[in-house]
């Protein structure tokens, strides 16, 4: 089974960065698509961004132009980089995979199609 550990996450004040990172195991990494979730206190988990095996990328409306997802499958790892951060960034971020083998470029939009997750790691936006 596919173990992910995310990094990364802590306090910073609003307009601050930070940049998560999710390392997985396995030797097929490259063929998995990849995500990060986060959930909020009193809300449900929402997609933030999203990589193919290929590398096309998926971004929620919220972080657009602020967050950018990217890879690096020679050490199966996956970040966050996160800027201009924003209180209502606020919540605990998680990685996911979907280790579904596909011969196109595709993202998986939907909680229920990734497979494996990790811990979490919190995100806390200071005003």
């Known amino acids: 089974q596919v173990q992910l550990v995310e990094s990364g996450g802590g306090l910073v004040q609003t307009g601050g960065s930070l940049r998560l990172s999710c390392a997985a195991s396995?030797?097929?990494?490259?063929?998995?698509?990849m995500g990060w979730f986060r959930q909020a206190p009193g809300k449900e988990r929402e997609l933030v961004a999203a990589?193919?095996?290929?590398?096309?990328?998926y971004y929620v409306d919220s972080v657009k132009g602020r967050f950018t997802i990217s890879r690096d499958n020679a050490w199966n790892t996956v970040y966050l980089q996160m800027n201009s951060l924003k209180p209502e960034d606020t919540a605990v971020y998680y990685c996911a995979a979907d280790p579904t083998r596909r011969t196109y470029p595709y993202i998986p939009l939907v909680r229920e199609e990734y497979d494996y997750w990790g811990q979490g790691t919190q995100v806390t936006v200071s005003s």
């Open positions: 396995g030797r097929t990494f490259s063929n998995y698509a």
């Open positions: 990589i193919s095996w290929s590398g096309n990328t």
